[in-house]
Antibody, heavy 119, light 112 residues
Framework: EVQLVQSGAEVKKPGESLRISCKGS????????ITWVRQMPGKGLEWMGR????????NYSPSFQGHVTISADKSISTAYVQWSSLKASDTAMYYC????????????WGQGTTVTVSS | DIVMTQTPLSLSVTPGQPASISCKSS???????????LFWYLQKPGQSPQLLIY???SRFSGVPDRFSGIGSGTDFTLKISRVEAEDVGVYYC?????????FGGGTKVEIK
Protein backbone atom coordinates (compact mmCIF):
# COMPACT_ATOMS: atom_id res chain seq x y z
CA GLU A 1 0.00 0.00 0.00
CA VAL A 2 1.29 3.43 -0.97
CA GLN A 3 1.50 5.63 2.13
CA LEU A 4 2.84 9.00 3.17
CA VAL A 5 3.25 9.32 6.92
CA GLN A 6 3.90 12.77 8.33
CA SER A 7 5.50 13.82 11.59
CA GLY A 8 3.41 14.81 14.58
CA ALA A 9 1.83 18.09 15.62
CA GLU A 10 4.14 20.91 16.62
CA VAL A 11 3.66 23.89 18.95
CA LYS A 12 6.31 26.56 18.59
CA LYS A 13 6.99 30.16 19.53
CA PRO A 14 7.52 32.95 17.01
CA GLY A 15 11.12 33.09 15.86
CA GLU A 16 11.79 29.41 16.49
CA SER A 17 12.90 27.02 13.76
CA LEU A 18 11.09 23.87 12.70
CA ARG A 19 11.35 20.96 10.30
CA ILE A 20 8.45 18.62 9.57
CA SER A 21 8.72 15.40 7.64
CA CYS A 22 6.87 13.12 5.25
CA LYS A 23 7.96 9.49 4.87
CA GLY A 24 6.89 7.49 1.85
CA SER A 25 6.43 3.74 1.75
CA UNK A 26 4.99 1.10 -0.54
CA UNK A 27 6.49 2.58 -3.70
CA UNK A 28 9.77 3.79 -5.20
CA UNK A 29 10.14 7.10 -3.36
CA UNK A 30 12.68 8.51 -5.82
CA UNK A 31 10.35 8.01 -8.78
CA UNK A 32 7.62 10.47 -7.78
CA UNK A 33 7.73 14.15 -6.91
CA ILE A 34 6.48 15.15 -3.47
CA THR A 35 4.29 18.26 -3.19
CA TRP A 36 3.60 20.32 -0.08
CA VAL A 37 0.24 22.01 0.50
CA ARG A 38 -0.79 24.44 3.24
CA GLN A 39 -4.25 24.77 4.77
CA MET A 40 -4.67 27.65 7.17
CA PRO A 41 -7.37 27.29 9.85
CA GLY A 42 -10.80 27.21 8.23
CA LYS A 43 -9.36 28.00 4.79
CA GLY A 44 -8.68 26.32 1.49
CA LEU A 45 -5.68 24.56 -0.02
CA GLU A 46 -2.51 26.37 -1.14
CA TRP A 47 0.25 24.78 -3.22
CA MET A 48 3.63 25.53 -1.64
CA GLY A 49 6.14 23.69 -3.76
CA ARG A 50 7.40 20.33 -4.86
CA UNK A 51 10.59 18.31 -4.88
CA UNK A 52 11.98 15.55 -7.06
CA UNK A 53 13.50 13.18 -4.50
CA UNK A 54 15.82 11.65 -7.10
CA UNK A 55 17.90 14.81 -7.47
CA UNK A 56 16.29 17.27 -5.00
CA UNK A 57 15.23 19.64 -7.80
CA UNK A 58 12.62 21.98 -6.35
CA ASN A 59 9.86 24.23 -7.63
CA TYR A 60 8.51 26.80 -5.17
CA SER A 61 5.36 28.81 -5.35
CA PRO A 62 6.36 32.50 -5.44
CA SER A 63 4.12 32.95 -2.38
CA PHE A 64 6.31 30.61 -0.34
CA GLN A 65 9.77 31.07 -1.89
CA GLY A 66 12.12 32.48 0.72
CA HIS A 67 9.79 31.61 3.58
CA VAL A 68 10.22 27.84 3.64
CA THR A 69 12.84 25.34 2.52
CA ILE A 70 11.83 22.05 0.96
CA SER A 71 14.27 19.16 0.95
CA ALA A 72 14.40 15.38 0.70
CA ASP A 73 16.59 12.44 1.68
CA LYS A 74 15.94 9.65 -0.77
CA SER A 75 18.03 7.21 1.28
CA ILE A 76 15.31 7.25 3.95
CA SER A 77 12.37 8.03 1.64
CA THR A 78 11.59 11.25 3.46
CA ALA A 79 10.76 14.78 2.38
CA TYR A 80 10.86 17.85 4.59
CA VAL A 81 9.66 21.41 4.95
CA GLN A 82 11.56 23.71 7.26
CA TRP A 83 11.27 27.19 8.64
CA SER A 84 14.20 29.16 10.09
CA SER A 85 12.07 31.70 11.92
CA LEU A 86 8.39 30.90 12.43
CA LYS A 87 5.66 33.51 12.48
CA ALA A 88 2.16 33.31 13.91
CA SER A 89 0.89 33.36 10.33
CA ASP A 90 2.61 29.98 9.73
CA THR A 91 -0.03 28.36 11.93
CA ALA A 92 -1.68 25.84 9.64
CA MET A 93 -2.07 22.22 8.63
CA TYR A 94 0.61 21.11 6.21
CA TYR A 95 0.10 18.18 3.85
CA CYS A 96 2.52 16.31 1.67
CA UNK A 97 1.20 14.55 -1.40
CA UNK A 98 2.65 12.40 -4.15
CA UNK A 99 2.59 13.60 -7.75
CA UNK A 100 1.50 10.57 -9.75
CA UNK A 101 2.45 11.32 -13.32
CA UNK A 102 -0.54 13.33 -14.47
CA UNK A 103 1.62 16.43 -14.82
CA UNK A 104 1.32 18.22 -11.44
CA UNK A 105 -1.63 16.27 -10.06
CA UNK A 106 -1.36 14.46 -6.72
CA UNK A 107 -2.87 11.11 -5.80
CA UNK A 108 -1.84 9.97 -2.32
CA TRP A 109 -1.78 12.46 0.57
CA GLY A 110 -0.23 12.32 4.00
CA GLN A 111 -2.37 12.66 7.11
CA GLY A 112 -1.19 16.23 7.68
CA THR A 113 0.96 17.95 10.30
CA THR A 114 -0.54 20.70 12.44
CA VAL A 115 1.85 23.55 13.17
CA THR A 116 0.82 26.07 15.83
CA VAL A 117 2.93 29.16 16.34
CA SER A 118 2.00 31.16 19.41
CA SER A 119 3.75 33.17 22.06
CA ASP B 1 -1.10 32.36 -11.47
CA ILE B 2 -4.17 30.65 -12.86
CA VAL B 3 -7.27 31.56 -10.86
CA MET B 4 -9.75 28.76 -10.18
CA THR B 5 -13.30 29.83 -9.34
CA GLN B 6 -15.76 27.36 -7.88
CA THR B 7 -19.50 27.73 -7.48
CA PRO B 8 -21.54 27.39 -5.41
CA LEU B 9 -19.77 28.00 -2.10
CA SER B 10 -22.04 25.49 -0.42
CA LEU B 11 -24.66 22.92 -1.32
CA SER B 12 -27.27 21.17 0.79
CA VAL B 13 -28.49 17.98 -0.85
CA THR B 14 -31.15 15.39 -0.03
CA PRO B 15 -29.71 11.86 -0.04
CA GLY B 16 -30.31 10.17 -3.37
CA GLN B 17 -30.55 13.46 -5.24
CA PRO B 18 -27.95 14.71 -7.74
CA ALA B 19 -25.46 17.49 -7.13
CA SER B 20 -23.28 19.55 -9.40
CA ILE B 21 -20.25 21.78 -8.75
CA SER B 22 -18.80 24.20 -11.26
CA CYS B 23 -15.15 25.19 -11.64
CA LYS B 24 -13.84 27.82 -14.03
CA SER B 25 -10.20 28.58 -14.74
CA SER B 26 -8.75 31.92 -15.83
CA UNK B 27 -6.75 30.18 -18.58
CA UNK B 28 -7.24 27.07 -20.66
CA UNK B 29 -6.07 23.88 -18.96
CA UNK B 30 -5.54 22.09 -22.27
CA UNK B 31 -1.89 21.11 -22.64
CA UNK B 32 -0.05 20.66 -25.94
CA UNK B 33 0.07 16.94 -25.15
CA UNK B 34 -3.69 16.85 -25.69
CA UNK B 35 -4.57 16.31 -22.05
CA UNK B 36 -6.47 18.73 -19.83
CA UNK B 37 -5.05 18.91 -16.32
CA LEU B 38 -8.06 19.51 -14.12
CA PHE B 39 -8.42 17.54 -10.90
CA TRP B 40 -11.17 17.18 -8.29
CA TYR B 41 -10.48 16.46 -4.63
CA LEU B 42 -12.78 15.80 -1.69
CA GLN B 43 -11.76 16.70 1.85
CA LYS B 44 -14.03 14.90 4.26
CA PRO B 45 -14.38 16.40 7.76
CA GLY B 46 -11.17 15.96 9.72
CA GLN B 47 -9.39 14.17 6.89
CA SER B 48 -6.79 14.82 4.23
CA PRO B 49 -7.96 15.62 0.72
CA GLN B 50 -8.51 12.59 -1.50
CA LEU B 51 -8.32 12.45 -5.29
CA LEU B 52 -11.64 11.79 -7.02
CA ILE B 53 -11.14 12.76 -10.66
CA TYR B 54 -8.05 13.47 -12.76
CA UNK B 55 -7.69 14.92 -16.25
CA UNK B 56 -11.28 16.23 -16.19
CA UNK B 57 -13.15 12.95 -16.32
CA SER B 58 -11.04 9.96 -15.22
CA ARG B 59 -12.13 8.46 -11.92
CA PHE B 60 -9.29 7.60 -9.56
CA SER B 61 -8.97 4.05 -8.27
CA GLY B 62 -11.75 3.12 -5.86
CA VAL B 63 -13.92 6.17 -6.56
CA PRO B 64 -17.61 5.25 -6.94
CA ASP B 65 -19.12 5.66 -10.37
CA ARG B 66 -21.71 8.10 -9.04
CA PHE B 67 -18.91 10.69 -9.36
CA SER B 68 -18.24 12.04 -12.84
CA GLY B 69 -16.42 14.98 -14.33
CA ILE B 70 -17.01 16.85 -17.56
CA GLY B 71 -15.71 19.96 -19.22
CA SER B 72 -13.04 21.39 -21.44
CA GLY B 73 -10.81 24.43 -21.80
CA THR B 74 -11.78 26.65 -18.91
CA ASP B 75 -15.17 25.29 -17.78
CA PHE B 76 -15.55 22.13 -15.73
CA THR B 77 -18.21 20.37 -13.68
CA LEU B 78 -18.19 17.66 -11.06
CA LYS B 79 -21.41 15.70 -10.89
CA ILE B 80 -22.64 13.35 -8.20
CA SER B 81 -25.52 11.30 -9.60
CA ARG B 82 -27.00 10.30 -6.23
CA VAL B 83 -25.54 11.91 -3.13
CA GLU B 84 -24.86 9.66 -0.18
CA ALA B 85 -24.16 10.60 3.45
CA GLU B 86 -20.47 9.71 3.03
CA ASP B 87 -20.09 12.37 0.31
CA VAL B 88 -20.18 15.27 2.78
CA GLY B 89 -17.14 17.49 2.88
CA VAL B 90 -15.43 20.20 0.87
CA TYR B 91 -14.78 19.65 -2.82
CA TYR B 92 -11.85 21.38 -4.50
CA CYS B 93 -10.88 21.66 -8.13
CA UNK B 94 -7.20 22.10 -8.95
CA UNK B 95 -5.31 22.98 -12.10
CA UNK B 96 -2.16 21.01 -12.75
CA UNK B 97 -1.00 22.49 -16.03
CA UNK B 98 1.07 25.44 -14.85
CA UNK B 99 3.11 25.98 -11.70
CA UNK B 100 2.20 26.96 -9.13
CA UNK B 101 -0.76 24.62 -9.16
CA UNK B 102 -3.81 26.42 -7.82
CA PHE B 103 -7.01 25.28 -6.15
CA GLY B 104 -10.53 26.59 -6.27
CA GLY B 105 -11.91 28.04 -3.07
CA GLY B 106 -13.89 24.92 -2.29
CA THR B 107 -17.55 23.89 -2.24
CA LYS B 108 -18.98 22.56 1.00
CA VAL B 109 -21.51 19.77 0.51
CA GLU B 110 -23.82 18.85 3.33
CA ILE B 111 -26.78 16.50 3.63
CA LYS B 112 -30.27 17.86 4.25
Amino acid sequence: EVQLVQSGAEVKKPGESLRISCKGSGYSFSSYWITWVRQMPGKGLEWMGRIDPSDSYINYSPSFQGHVTISADKSISTAYVQWSSLKASDTAMYYCARAFGSRYGMDVWGQGTTVTVSS
Amino acid sequence: DIVMTQTPLSLSVTPGQPASISCKSSQSLLHSDGKTYLFWYLQKPGQSPQLLIYEVSSRFSGVPDRFSGIGSGTDFTLKISRVEAEDVGVYYCMQGIHLPSTFGGGTKVEIK
